[in-house]
């Protein structure tokens, strides 16, 4: 850290007290649960509770941002975590959803100051999947469990 600042903020990942709410997409649930799994376990391991952690299902990827809207909307939740997976195919379909979602997930963090976290997959294949969904690559779910904590607490020592 530069000792020239007179003050640095930076959310803690101390998850005790927050409140999350994670929309799921169903399509390639598959994946998406295990990155569920990997998000409510990241955030129990540094000290939040099951019970502060509320789930929506939704048909696809492209449906998350109106559910994370919504939970946004009832002003229960300290984050949001945006969960999905988009495998890319023979046509342009998947790269549509990705640019849309991710532009979407972030115009409602800017606009309602609530961490909307993007927790989903873009991959080439389904191989890619498997390793970013709990095996080689990690869990995606897992580190978007842990940006809600941190962002949800950096959003407390700015207010």
Same mark, same amino acid.
């Given at each position: 850290?530069?000792? =020239? ?106 606009? =309602? ?8 997959? =873009? ?11 709990? =095996? ?24």
């Amino acid at each position: 850290m530069d000792k =020239t600042i007179g003050k640095v903020y930076e959310g803690n990942l101390n998850a005790d007290g927050l409140r999350f709410g994670i929309v799921c997409s169903r399509f390639n649930e598959f994946f998406v649960s295990k990155l569920l799994g990997g998000a409510v376990d990241a955030i129990v391991r540094h000290g939040g509770s099951s019970k502060n952690i509320e789930a929506a299902w939704v048909p696809g990827s492209y449906e998350l941002p109106f559910a994370a809207k919504k939970l946004v909307a009832s002003g229960k939740y300290d984050a949001v975590i945006a969960l999905g997976v988009v495998i890319q195919g023979a046509t342009p379909h998947a790269g549509y959803i990705n640019s849309e979602v991710s532009k979407a997930l972030a115009q409602i963090s800017l606009e =309602t100051g609530v961490p909307v976290i993007y927790g989903i997959i =873009t991959a080439d294949n389904i191989e890619q999947a498997i390793e970013r969904s709990g =095996t080689k690559a990690g869990n995606k779910g897992a580190d978007a469990g842990v940006a809600a904590i941190e962002m949800a607490n950096l959003v407390k020592q700015l207010a």
